[in-house]
């Protein structure tokens, strides 16, 4: 594979505060060495940070970090941006910033600023939940996962698979709308493309979802109990899904778009897995809420 993993979100966010709150009263996460009013970083792991917060005029998904492994790796990937014909940019500082040795800026075929980086800087204070979460699982498989509107539809699922080489773990037709998931290491899918624009009443803060997994499927219902106790409004009730396997819930986050709070997927072997198309949308639970009348 030539991606390695998520590596971070970045969003753009008219309240830190609430953001702050949010990532560490309800999912768990730890503040990591910035913390002032113009930039909050979240840590799930060793690393300096996850979800990287800026202050900003609206509140939206800014960028999508992904990993590779060494220099080396990048500096391969650049070379097949440039054989592609693909447009690329290298922002000075902004490897700094995102704590980072070397990376470059891509804009996929869905209008989504991709970072592709190596070399992330490990913090120096070892991870500790402020709520006694015993872990999020990270490590090789990343952050975690995001799912995409990915019109138009062919042109970004040839972008990610056939020049990021990104593998195709299973696919359904959801209602009439094409869903490819995709992985790059041993999680499930490390990125779902959904046929559908960015103007879909679900897709909100520009992105359909994020999600983090937890390494003990009872930090799930503490979470759970926590959102509800905090009034954290729900995007989908607690259920699993068909294809991974994930016992989960679906809570929003402070930029609107859904957070995926779950435990228990399936893995994948890259090496010999073998694509299918699922049945869809999930084994039990998973309603949605608040959908609009049509």
């Known amino acids: 594979m030539k991606i390695h993993s998520l590596g971070y979100l970045v969003v753009t966010s008219t309240d830190l505060a609430g953001w702050k709150k949010f990532g560490t009263d309800i999912l768990g996460m730890t503040v990591g060495a910035q913390d002032s009013d113009a930039e909050l ?7 300096a940070h996850r979800v990287v917060i800026e202050a900003g ?8 970090g992904w990993e590779v492994r060494n220099d080396v790796e ?6 097949d941006f ?3 014909g693909i447009s690329y940019e290298r922002p000075e500082g902004l490897a700094a910033r995102r704590a980072v040795e070397d990376l470059v800026r891509v804009i996929d075929p869905a209008g989504y600023v991709l970072e592709f980086y190596w070399g992330h800087q490990v913090a120096q204070q070892l991870f500790s939940s402020p709520n006694a979460v015993g872990g999020f699982k990270t490590g090789d498989q990343g952050l975690g996962h995001v799912v995409l509107a ?30 490819h998931f995709l992985h790059t ?18 897709v909100k803060g520009g992105l359909i979802h994020l999600m983090v997994e937890l390494n003990d499927p009872s930090d799930v219902g503490r979470a759970h109990d926590r959102a509800k106790a905090a009034d954290i409004e729900f995007f989908e009730t607690i259920g699993q899904h068909a294809n991974d396997e994930m016992f989960s819930f679906y809570i929003n986050s402070p930029a609107g778009f859904p957070i995926e709070v779950g435990s228990g997927a399936i893995e994948v072997d890259p090496a010999t897995h073998t694509s299918v198309n699922i049945p869809f949308p999930d084994m039990w639970g998973h309603q949605v809420l608040n959908v609009p009348q049509q």
């Not at 005029?57 to 999508?64: L, N, P």
């Not at 990048?74 to 070379?79: D, G």
């Open 82 to 84: 440039d054989a592609a």
């Open 185 to 202: 290491n041993a999680r499930h899918h490390s990125l779902a493309l959904i046929g559908c624009d960015k103007s879909a009443w679900f």
């Open 41 to 47: 970083w979240l840590r799930a792991d060793e690393r």
């Open 150 to 179: 990915a019109a138009p539809f062919e042109e970004s699922n040839r972008f990610y698979r056939r020049t990021l080489g990104f593998g195709l773990t299973d696919f359904a037709d959801m209602g009439g709308t094409p869903g």
């Open 74 to 79: 990048l500096e391969a990937l650049v070379a």
């Open 57 to 64: 005029a609206s509140d939206e998904v800014a960028a999508i």
